[in-house]
Structures are given as C-alpha cells and as structure tokens.
C-alpha cells in the first residue's frame, strides 16, 4: 500500500448516479420555472385589471391623501365643472365616436401613454406610486412624473386645425412653419388643467403665449 493522502475515489457513471444528478438539476430549474410561469401569468392579468379600473375616472380620486382629502380632489372638480373652466374640462364634454361603448373622454385617454413603451412606462410608475401610498409617503403630486408629449395629443389631433376666429390676424397653426421643427410642444400653450386661460381663446393664457412667442419673435418679448 502506498503511504500519504488517498487519492479521490471516482465514483463509477452508475444509472442511479446519473438518476440523482439529473433528479437535481430538474429541483434546481423548478423554482426558476414556476417562477417565470407566475410572471408570465401575473403581468398580463395585472396589465389587463388595472385597464378596466382606469376607465373609471372615479378610480383616479379613490385614493386619500394623509389629511383625508381624496386625490386630485381640486383637478376633478375642475374636471366636472360646468361651464369648464379650463382646457380639460372642455375635453370632458367631448366623445370619441371610434369607441362607442364609452365614448367619453376620461383621465386616462390622455394620461395613459402611447404605444407600448408608453403604456408599460405608465403602469411602472403607478406601481412605484402604489407603494408610496401603501408606506404612507405619497402626497399630491406637484408635477407629471410622465409628462404629456405630442404624441399624447396627436391621438385626437392628428393635424393642426386652421382657426381664425378670435384674432385679428393670421391664426398661429395657419402658418406652415409652425406645425413642424418649431422646439415648442403642444401642452407649452395648451396647459390642460390651469384655469387662468381665456375660455373664447381655447383656453390660452395672453401671457403665456407672449413668453413662448418672443422665444422667436424678440417683439413679443417684455420690455
């Protein structure tokens, strides 16, 4: 017998060997699996859900804040108000002839995202919300954590309308260069809930709209 460390044994590649290696990379692999399975299960279900509460304006005030006041509770009565006293409530008496089933323009027809990316962006920041309100740290939100782009307004509005009336020259969108490359986006001028805008000027505020002008014309700028 040779003295000093054994060497290790190699266990011969025996059928019940191979059967327990193999029995363990199947128990390894089903946590993984079941776990993409619930995934896979869960996100359309949650996706699909939180579509059908959405519809529901009333679903975007079932929230409290800390001091019991129901969420966007100021926005929402601006929302309902009659005559609208800004650009929102205005859209609120409108419908949408493409789905008749509920044909009325709702929070989430404008604040829902466009496209996938969109949409998906959209429903991970109502999660993240969800879970600060759950934690006791989420409060009335001072500003869009996803901003409404053109795209959001160019459902509705695929082409800018030619208006004359209320102005005493050429209305803006009349000229060409403005409806393409001018750096300016549409809610810039058409603030949708602010409710200092001129109700015969679809809402725009005269001082707003000087401060974007003069950022190419210098005439419109304040002396």
């Not at 750096?183 to 949708?192: L, T």
Request: overall charge negative; some cysteine; proline content about 8%.
């Amino acid at each position: 017998m040779v003295e000093g460390n054994a060497l290790p044994r190699i266990e011969p590649d025996t059928p019940d060997r191979s059967q327990r290696i193999h029995g363990r990379t199947i128990h390894s692999m089903l946590g993984p699996l079941f776990a993409a399975v619930i995934l896979l299960v869960s996100i359309p279900a949650a996706w699909w859900t939180t579509d059908r509460l959405e519809a529901d304006d009333d679903f975007c005030n079932a929230c409290h804040l800390p001091s019991g006041r129901p969420l966007h509770s100021q926005i929402r009565a601006d929302f309902d108000e009659q005559p609208p006293p800004n650009l929102a409530s205005r859209h609120a008496r409108l419908t949408l002839p493409t789905r008749s089933s509920s044909p009325g323009i709702r929070c989430i027809d404008c604040h829902g995202g466009v496209g996938l990316v969109g949409r998906a962006s959209v429903k991970v920041l109502s999660v993240k919300d969800l879970i600060l309100y759950l934690t006791g740290q989420f409060d009335e939100p001072t500003q869009m954590s996803w901003p409404l782009g053109d795209a959001d307004c160019r459902q509705c509005h695929p082409h800018f309308e030619k208006k004359t009336r209320g102005f005493d020259g050429e209305a803006f969108h009349n000229k060409t260069v403005h409806n393409s490359g001018l750096g300016v986006d549409c809610v810039e001028c058409h603030s949708a809930h602010d409710t200092t805008g001129d109700p015969e000027l679809w809402f725009l505020n005269a001082e707003v709209q000087r401060g974007r002008c003069a950022q190419c014309h210098v005439e419109y700028a304040e002396p």
